[in-house]
T-cell receptor, first 112, second 113 residues
């Protein structure tokens, strides 16, 4: 079975550009989570959805970040405009009626 | 907010040795999870614990949900080179959103052959 799929795996962009990260959760999972991982702050939850509805976005750093889940099999995390301090690895995870979250391979974002 | 203290931060051991790491919380947790992350990959779920006192094994890995509900332990027996990586604990507490997990800072395991 396919796990969580994320694209792109690597993204290099210039400051001020828009960045869109994509995630396909495991089929049948009803919850989706976006995390950011840095050396300084570790793994931070940005936002999560239940049944495509955003439940908690208290971890979203600021208005430059937005996330959508238009259907059960797709979610995006957008940063506009991007800044160098946004450089990190962004993970998507999904779960099905449990607390066991399954992570994708991540997108390594570098903003120059 | 809730925080997890994971220790040790790093371990350097010889192949074949046993490994122990733990996580402690300042408040009660209802669920403990242990993950392993390899370089360039996402965390992979190793063991999930749901009841205080629960002891669960997955091959050479054994994890326990502390009786006080404020700690959890992970042991690896007879370590092998593929055990190298970063191990994270994660917990879910009653005072936060139902599905939100709090992650420890990670334990980096290095094995000398």
């Amino acid at each position: 079975d396919a796990g969580v799929i994320q694209s792109p795996r690597h993204e290099v962009t210039e400051m001020g550009q828009e960045v869109t990260l994509r995630c396909k959760p495991i089929s049948g999972h009803n919850s989706l989570f976006w995390y950011r991982q840095t050396m300084m702050r570790g793994l931070e939850l940005l936002i999560y959805f239940n049944n495509n509805v955003p439940i908690d976005d208290s971890g979203m750093p600021e208005d430059r970040f937005s996330a959508k889940m238009p259907n059960a099999s797709f979610s995006t995390l957008k940063i506009q405009p991007s800044e160098p301090r946004d450089s990190a690895v962004y993970f998507c995870a999904s779960s099905q009626l449990s607390y066991e979250q399954y992570f994708g391979p991540g997108t390594r974002l570098t903003v120059t | 907010g809730q925080q997890l203290n994971q220790s040790p931060q790093s371990m350097f051991i010889q192949e074949g040795e046993d490994v122990s790491m733990n996580c402690t919380s300042s408040s009660i947790f209802n669920t403990w999870l242990w993950y392993k992350q390899d370089p360039g990959e996402g965390p992979v779920l190793l063991i999930a614990l749901y009841k205080a006192g629960e002891l669960t094994s997955n091959g050479r890995l054994t994890a326990q949900f502390g009786i006080t509900r404020k700690d959890s332990f992970l042991n690896i027996s007879a370590s092998i080179p593929s055990d190298v990586g970063i191990y994270f604990c994660a917990g879910r507490g009653p005072s936060i959103g139902a599905q939100k997990l709090v992650f420890g800072q990670g334990t980096r395991l290095t094995i000398n052959p």
